[in-house]
């Protein structure tokens, strides 16, 4: 761990925090026109969307910052899953908690710095999973086939 990884760290919770909050107050509004359109169909696919715009910024903000990522519909769909559960419950302890327990000004901007660097980790480890291969032969296998002249 090095300082340029917990600053991409810092930048990809932060990042993910700021556009997702800007992305869920549309959402919001998405979401109670389908529901007063139709109150459990509407309801479920308002979760649709939300999955899908979690899932898609987090491969953008992992493309940005670390790696190439899948972006396939279905893989996507199950970033976004993993990801909501995975960040509501880091959120609930490393933010939610210390907020019920100590709740003033001072206690909101520790929890939100220290929340910005795990929602940070926990994305980039989510992300992980849908890292792309790098194409091409490892150099290391390349090696070895130039040994055994192949």
Known sequence: ???ENLAKYFVH?????LLF??????????????????WLIGFIIGLGILILIIGGLN???TDL??????????SIVGHGILLFIALAIANAVFVLAPSLVFPGIATQIVTFIIGSFVDGFVAKKIAGLWEEEPEG??????ERWKDRNL
């Open 65 to 74: 910052l670390w790696f190439p990522v899948i972006t396939s519909f279905w």
């Open 137 to 142: 032969v490892p150099e290391a296998i390349e």
């Open 1 to 3: 761990m090095n300082w």
């Open 13 to 17: 919770g932060i990042a993910f925090s």
């Open 21 to 38: 909050t800007i992305l869920a107050i549309a959402w919001v509004f998405i979401l109670l026109i389908l529901i007063s359109l139709g």
């Open 59 to 61: 491969s953008f903000l």
